[in-house]
């Protein structure tokens, strides 16, 4: 037993997988699954946090963005396939909760808890301007867009837009990685005064230690979205006993898939490195659109499945709002408690008219 406590970072996942090999065909018991849940969630920071230290800033926090919102992709491409046209606004619904949650939720969590705890942070205001610039041109033309064109009626592309929407968007996230992890890296590493840190000058793991991290990371990752899919049902009865709207249940689904990058987020505001919260971040919102939305388009194409991306006028002016008070916020590489109070109000807004349209 004691052993398996040392080890309990190699014990989460397999624990988790065996959970998820147990249930095949039969139900289990919901807080059995939501406690190797959020086991397994914790494993997967502690791996991440591994591969970091080993290949440095901002590679690191790229992995997991990129490794989570790919498992992700993966989960809303199977259900869209599984519900066909039922499933026509499932991408633009996640894909909003995920911005809405990142850059109000988690992002406002950061700076209030950062705030609270050192009184100012600062951080590198070059690599957040040219993130959140990509940010905005991603979700305009992914998310607002489609409701101004009039080739198709309502908030939709014709096979042609989306098309081309589908390939900008992949193409101007490729250009960011490339920006961010090679033309000007320097961008998006911590200030020099906050890379004091002891921890950024422990002993980095060893090669063999950082890829066998990569691997029951990638394992963490994809039994969380699995967990996470056997969650959804009894939430979806929850939320349909409370009558509650059904937009509730990707809100729900979109914070637990989300939740390794928070807890890594946190867990570096903590420990005074702001930089890296914001660039797992921002990061995983671009990957969130940059990746996910020329998949589903991809498949929208192939199979015919009908995809409607634009957001109604109400989800609209929040998601203005939120690039607004972002930009804002990290127009000035120092951030206060006002700042994460902001954007933590915006966030219950969103949540409250969510519930409460």
């Not at 230690?209 to 009894?234: E, H, N, T």
């Not at 987020?265 to 921002?282: D, K, V």
Request: aromatic content about 6%; charged content about 10%; proline content about 4%.
């Amino acid at each position: 037993m004691h052993r398996i406590f040392q080890h309990w970072t190699s014990a989460a996942p397999a624990a988790a997988w065996l959970l998820i090999a147990i249930g095949l065909g039969v139900k289990l018991p919901i807080l059995a699954v939501a406690a190797v849940l959020i086991g397994t969630v914790l494993a997967a920071v502690h791996h991440a946090e591994l591969i970091a230290h080993r290949v440095g800033e901002p590679f690191g926090t790229l992995v997991l963005a990129v490794a989570v919102t790919v498992i992700e992709l993966g989960l809303i491409v199977t259900l869209m396939s599984a519900a066909g046209a039922g499933a026509a606004s499932l991408a633009r619904d996640t894909v909003f909760a995920a911005v809405m949650i990142i850059l109000n939720g988690l992002i406002g969590i950061c700076i209030f808890i950062g705030s609270v705890r050192f009184k100012e942070q600062i951080f590198q205001q070059t690599g957040v301007s040219a993130s959140l610039g990509t940010l905005c041109a991603l979700t305009v033309l992914t998310l607002i867009l489609p409701n101004f064109t009039v080739s198709e009626p309502g908030p939709v592309y014709s096979a042609s837009q989306l098309g081309f929407v589908a390939v900008v968007s992949f193409l101007l996230y490729a250009t960011f990685v490339a920006v961010q992890t090679v033309r000007h890296r320097d961008y998006f590493l911590p200030d020099k005064l906050v890379a004091a840190d002891h921890d950024v000058h422990a002993t980095p793991p060893s090669a063999q230690r950082a890829w066998l991290s990569f691997a029951l990371l990638l394992a963490c990752l994809g039994a969380v979205v699995l967990l996470a899919k056997k969650l959804a049902p009894p939430i979806e009865a929850a939320v349909r006993e409370a009558g509650a709207p059904q937009a509730i249940v990707g809100v729900i689904i979109a914070a637990l898939v989300l939740m390794p990058e928070s807890v890594a987020a946190i867990r570096a505001t903590l420990a005074n490195r702001l930089q890296t919260s914001l660039n797992l971040g921002l990061g995983s919102a671009l990957a969130t659109i940059g990746l996910t939305i020329p998949a589903v388009a991809a498949l929208s194409i192939l199979v015919d499945l009908p995809i409607a991306l634009g957001l109604d006028t109400k989800s609209a002016v929040l998601l203005f709002l939120t690039l607004i008070v972002s930009t804002l916020t990290l127009g000035t590489g120092k951030t206060t408690v006002l700042q994460g109070a902001v954007h933590l109000v915006i966030f219950a807004v969103y949540l409250f008219t969510t519930i409460v349209p």
